[in-house]
Structure formats: structure tokens, C-alpha cells
């Protein structure tokens, strides 16, 4: 014997269950009598014809379909344990006897002055880090890459330089090798020390400015493009 569990509040349908003999009736009738879970019924619901954010709902005597958006929470309505819902629009209800009631939602925490601060400085970072993986500097009527993969490469370059080396091939971003002694390399190592200190210094004037915000509009006003 199978039996389908529903909740005793919603009546929304749980699960199904084996059912257990009960010895002693069993013994005492001659024929199989089963122990009834509460809130239970043998009539069986139809699990696969439902959509989504319909549920089943056993009502008077047979299982009927509502649509609904359960959250799973449970809120107290005039003293009644009930299950919370939410629609498709955000709007909350609570499922009392009577119906639904629309439970107005709490106003969002409005954020401090420092987590505006705090959230700010992370786009700046953001902004920064873009910056950077796109920093170029001219040299010779050409443009080279001034990110941190072209410093790591001028640094093992300037590290052979000093070992006597003095020729050095390096490419721009026009696709185009020069060949640079070590007066241009330097020049060159120069120009891209330059273009990162310039690159550090408006991100600090920009995060020194967040910081001494007074308000929200200061902070809005901060636009580092």
C-alpha cells in the first residue's frame, strides 16, 4: 500500500511512502490493515503533467493543481504556521486560510559611506588592470606595448644587456621588428617605466579623491574612463 504525504498547513503534496502493516489489527481482522501516516492519502497525485511553478494541492478529497512560486520558507501569518511565496514579479504573498495577502517587502539596507567607498575602489581596480593590459608608448614614429608582459620581456632584455650583449629585436604593435642598440633600449626601457608611473599616479589621485569623499553624490561624481 502506498500512501502520498502532504503538508498539514498547505496541503502541498510531500512525497509518497510506503505503507507498514499494523500486527495487531492485521491479527485481529484476518486481513491486512495498514498504520495511515498523518496528513495522507492513498489516491495517487499525477507528478508528470505538471509545469513549472505549478504544485499540487490536495484539496477535500482529490489532488488539484495550482500554480505558485514556493521559496520553501515558512513565515507566521496571524499566528498560522504557512509556506512563503513570491511571483514571477518579485511580489511576496503569504498563503493563509483565506488566500494570499501581499506582505510588503522590507526597504534595502541602504550601504555606508565606506562600502560606497569600498565598491568604488573596486572599479577603479578594475579600470586600472584594464589600463594597464592596454598601456602602449611611442618611440621611433612607432607604438610598443608597455604591459606586464612587455616589462617582463624589457627586463630580461636590460639582464642581457648588461651581460654585453648589444643588439636586441623587438617588435611593436604595428607588427614590426626593430633592431635597437643599447642607447635605444634604454630609451625605450625609459619611456615604458614612464608610461606605468604616469599610469600609477592618476589611479592613485583618483583612489586619494574616493577616500576623502563626504557623501554619496562625491562619490558618483568620481569617473575615471
Known sequence: MKYYLYDEKTKQFIKEQEGYLDPLETKAQGKNVYIVPPFSTTEKPNLTSLKDNEILVFKGDKWTVEQEFYVGKIVDCQGERVSKYVTDNDLT?????????????????EKTLEELKEEKHSQLKTIMQAKRNALTCKYNNDVFDCNEQAQNNMTSLMGFANLGMTEFSIRSTTEITHTLNNIQLIELATLMSKAINDLYSEYWQYKNALYECKSKEEIDEIKWE
Open 93 to 109: 504573498f503569504e498563503k493563509c486560510d483565506e488566500g494570499f495577502k501581499i506582505v510588503e517587502k522590507p526597504a534595502p539596507k
